[in-house]
DNA sequence: AGCGTGATCTTT
DNA sequence: AAGATCACGCTG
């Protein structure tokens, strides 16, 4: 299937939020290994409309990749331990992000399991933290895209629209009602919040 | 249900 | 300079 471009990236969003499931991520480590995972939960995160954004104050030191091309991945780190993959959207400057929260594991398992300390496949991915640690993905990619050879994303049919889901977003204390987390409906990879 | 772990942001 | 918070995951 072929990669996405930066049109894709464009779109609002809450509307990539949605577009992204189903969607596969691919990180290229050296030696030509693929790691590989189909999106199965995401978030939106807006910028000065949410509170919860990074962004909602403006920009600083750790946020400012928010602000920069759609298709530009932002990572941080949080909790001491735990990496976060955002996917930044909307036209360049907005700060719009996509937390990509959950994802089915296809490629690279040996690799992953090894990084995750278990072998349980609906352990693996299902949750940000998680995938992040399974992708060896950490503070070095902040600032890649999705245009390289390193990172990209592969397309894949669209979703039907019935095997959507919405729910409110989880691990977070302001804006708690906004409806803006995505997922695949009865998926066994999304993460343990909400599961319809 | 409780806590580790460290960067970042807010308040003094 | 100090304190609070945190888009989490693991043990128990």
Redesign the pocket.
């Known amino acids: 299937m072929e990669r996405l471009e930066k049109q894709f990236y464009e779109q609002p969003t809450l509307e990539l939020a949605e577009q992204l499931l189903g969607k596969i991520f691919v990180h290229i480590l050296p030696g030509n290994i693929r790691l590989t995972g189909r999106i199965v939960e995401t978030?939106a995160?807006l910028s000065h409309q949410d509170e919860?954004?990074?962004?909602w104050?403006g920009r600083?030191?750790?946020?400012q990749i928010?602000f920069r091309k759609p298709g530009t991945i932002?990572i941080?780190?949080?909790?001491?331990?735990?990496y976060?993959l955002?996917i930044v959207s909307e036209p360049e400057h907005c700060a719009g992000?996509v937390?990509v929260r959950a994802m089915e594991p296809l490629e690279g398992l040996l690799f992953m399991q090894e990084q995750?300390?278990?072998s349980v496949m609906t352990?693996l991915m299902s949750?940000?933290?998680?995938?992040a640690r399974a992708l060896a993905i950490d503070g070095n990619c902040n600032g890649q895209d999705l245009f390289g050879k390193e990172f990209f994303l592969e397309n894949a049919p669209p979703l039907p629209k019935e095997m959507i889901a919405t729910s409110t977003?989880?691990?977070?204390?302001?804006s708690r009602e906004l409806p803006w987390r995505k997922f695949i409906r009865n998926n066994p990879h999304v993460?343990k919040g909400k599961v319809t």
């Open positions: 978030e995160y919860a954004s990074h962004a104050r600083t030191t750790r946020n928010m932002y941080y780190f949080t909790y001491g331990c735990h976060m955002n992000a937390l995750r300390g278990t352990n949750g940000p933290g998680k995938l977003r989880v691990g977070i204390s302001k993460s």
